[in-house]
């Protein structure tokens, strides 16, 4: 296990350098001169030359890729053209909106999903197995928009249980701050859990066709142990595939929920600086949601192994 | 159809039956599982498929009575629908009782509680039928957590000296062992410990050494015989390896088609075979004369028909060599040959000609 632990560390790190050279590249290969548009727009060449000498813009493309990793690595992102903030800080406030954001609607997506496919694939034949599907097709076909603008429309302005839009830092107010999290965290969390329900019931459907599992029966085990312990926990690795993937999905693509949220996460940092052409900023977007993909799947992996010990062995043997 | 009893389908129970394998002496004259005109079906998108026809055997504790034929013949089907395992598109009839308990037809909890405790399974594949990822000490535990209502210590160590019974070395480091860490026979001896966990009064394995290397059968073979012996259980071996049947049974139950066409005590069936099919199934048989080249391996002409209705007819009729009209519109019923218990159901039975039969 400590072997297996420390391989995929080592990956995962290789992984992340590789991306800084692709965020890197990927700025430079932008159309336009920085030096240029941060200069103004008279075109002074001493200007542009000051300015390109001030960011270090002569530099050679190695030398300036070196400063980018180390400063990165030491949480200098570089500073906002357009608010002259600190990347860094603009980072560290709308991180945890959208990791709270992610984790609840996760969690909504997890527990609806799972129960429900569960359910559809147990009660094949069933109209539990129908109103499963019609769910997850409903869930898959809404676009969170609209549901999140429905929410907004009955439950907040109609019936007043939610606030429509803002948000409350954690721990300024946790019970104002999960009032302003509930509608979002549900309204994303549906499609996923559509998401969740289709892989949960196909891989249930294939564990339970499985010869363990009539030897679990044959055991004279209840069905609800056969199920929830036996098959369930074989079908567990898809599922587990499923939500780091779009964990890794829902930290940079919250987008549209948080704007009509109104939530200062993320998802609106992103797109503000894409509209600004902010590109320190985007850059630190960019860097921080790949770092969270590459943390995402090394911690999936690491589940994996704690779920089928089979994997265990494979990574310690090879 | 059956008649559902009102007894719980436990039966008698034995004194001590959580401190370890011992002799169980049945002194009943009554077999311990009694199963008549068994049908099953299955309910498919092709409509209705006769798996099981009619089948009625007896087994008696402490008896190993061996279930021939090829495969899709029925046998398999009949073993699992003892306990009611089959799935939900089978419907059964018929009766099958343990202990005088009727079981078709018994109530899900019955059938539970009946299960792994008084009739326990050892399948075929020893590689796919224990889940991957759990212990096997957790797996064997598990069943006398259930039954037995044991602690999970107390169950762990009684794990601990089921594996040792079953012949597995160093038992008490395999129980922290998954599945895929043993090998093809040590998995077969952990699917042993399994059922015979809770002492089962009936044991059924099915097709327990197909999927194992030959050097490894004999080793189960030996444990399945000194369980047999060991607990005075009834044990149902269900095989299409004579070779086996001559080795370990008792009494041979030969089964097409989902019908049971010839029955009787082992060396009997094996030296006066008087089914067309036994004879054939024994014509099958690699002997050291067909290795020669001195004679060549016979083979059953023709495949085992699928059916969708049990017909009025031998359904072996289109591969017999006897057959006749008779044969062909209306079906034989075992009968009982003079002066053995020999039961065959055949309107032109071998019996007589030597000739036919391998040696």
């Excluded at chain 1, 050279?21 to 008279?42: S, T």
């Excluded at chain 2, 009554?30 to 199963?35: G, N, S, T």
């Excluded at chain 2, 039954?147 to 000296?161: C, I, L």
């Excluded at chain 2, 062992?177 to 001896?189: A, D, E, V």
Aim: glycine share 8%; proline share 6%; net charge neutral.
């Amino acid at each position: 296990m400590g072997r297996y632990l420390l391989r995929r560390v080592a990956q995962s790190m290789v992984t992340l350098v590789l991306a800084t050279m692709v965020v890197f590249a990927g700025v430079r290969a932008l159309p336009g001169d920085p030096a240029r548009a941060l200069a103004g727009e008279e075109n002074d060449p001493a200007r542009i030359a000051a300015v390109r000498a001030k960011y270090g813009l002569d530099d050679a493309v190695w030398l300036q890729y070196w400063h980018y990793l180390t400063n990165s690595l030491t949480g200098d992102f570089g500073t906002s053209v357009r608010t002259n903030i600190p990347v860094a800080e603009m980072l560290k406030s709308a991180l945890p909106v959208t990791i709270e954001l992610s984790l609840l609607s996760l969690s909504v997506a997890a527990l609806i999903g799972v129960l429900t496919g569960v359910l559809a694939a147990v009660r094949r034949g069933h109209p539990a197995e129908w109103l499963s599907n019609a769910f997850a097709l409903l869930g898959l076909s809404v676009p969170n928009f609209w549901l999140g603008l429905m929410a907004i429309l009955y439950l907040s302005v109609a019936l007043a249980i939610f606030p429509a839009s803002g948000h409350v830092p954690f721990f300024e107010d946790p019970v104002a701050n999960l009032h302003h999290m509930v509608l979002p965290a549900l309204v994303l969390g549906t499609g996923l859990a559509a998401v969740i329900m289709r892989q949960t019931r196909s891989s249930m459907l294939d564990a339970l066709g499985t010869d363990y599992i009539r030897t679990a029966r044959a055991k004279g085990l209840a069905e609800r142990t056969v199920i929830g312990v036996h098959a369930l926990r074989n079908s567990l690795i898809v599922v587990v595939t499923i939500v780091g993937l779009q964990l890794g999905a829902l930290i940079s693509g919250a987008v549209v929920t948080e704007r009509i949220f109104g939530l200062p996460g993320f998802g609106k940092l992103t797109v503000d600086s894409v509209f600004q052409r902010d590109y320190p900023v985007i850059q630190g977007v960019v860097l921080v949601t790949a770092s969270a993909y590459i943390l995402i799947n090394l911690l999936v992996d690491l589940l994996y192994s704690l779920i089928d010990p089979r994997i265990r062995v494979q990574g310690e043997a090879a | 159809m059956s008649t559902p009893s009102t007894n719980a389908p436990t039966g008698r129970r034995r004194p001590n039956a959580g401190d370890g394998p011992e002799l169980v002496p049945t002194h009943s004259d009554e077999p311990l599982l009694q199963v008549r005109d068994l049908t099953v079906g299955f309910r498919t998108e092709d409509g209705r498929v006769s798996a099981v026809d009619q089948v009625s055997f007896d087994a008696r504790a402490g008896e190993l009575l061996a279930v021939v034929g090829e495969s899709g013949c029925g046998k398999s089907v009949a073993a699992t629908a003892l306990s009611g395992l089959l799935p939900h598109n089978a419907t059964v009839t018929g009766s099958v009782r343990l202990d005088g308990v009727e079981l078709v037809g018994a109530s899900p909890d019955q059938l539970r509680a009946v299960r792994g405790k008084e009739i326990a399974y050892i399948f075929q594949e020893p590689m796919t039928s224990l889940n991957p990822v759990f212990t096997v000490g957790r797996q064997v535990a598990e069943v006398l957590r259930v039954h037995e209502g044991m602690n999970r210590r107390d169950a762990m160590s009684r794990a601990v000296e089921l594996l040792e019974l079953v012949g597995i070395p160093t038992p008490r480091e395999r129980i922290k062992h998954y599945p895929h860490q043993l090998s093809g026979g040590l998995r077969q001896r952990v699917m042993i410990a399994m059922a015979v966990a809770c002492n089962p009064r009936v044991l059924v394995a099915d097709e327990p050494t197909t999927a194992l290397d030959v050097t490894v059968q004999a080793g189960i073979l030996d444990v399945l015989r000194d369980m047999r012996d060991r607990l005075g259980a009834a044990v149902v071996l269900i095989t299409h390896d004579l070779g086996v049947v001559a080795d370990v049974a008792d009494r041979v139950m030969v089964m097409y088609a989902g019908r049971v066409v010839e029955r009787g005590e082992v060396h009997e069936l094996f030296e006066r075979p008087r089914h067309h099919y036994t004879v054939g199934l024994l014509g099958a048989v690699p002997s050291a004369r067909t290795a020669d080249g001195q004679q060549r391996l016979r083979e059953i002409p023709g495949l085992v028909p699928t059916l969708a209705e049990q017909p009025d007819a031998c359904t072996f009729a289109d591969r017999c060599p006897a057959a006749s009209d008779k044969c062909r519109s209306s079906q034989p019923r075992l009968d009982v040959a003079p002066a053995s218990r020999h039961e065959v159901a055949c309107w032109h039975p071998a019996g007589t000609d030597r000739a036919e039969v391998p040696a």
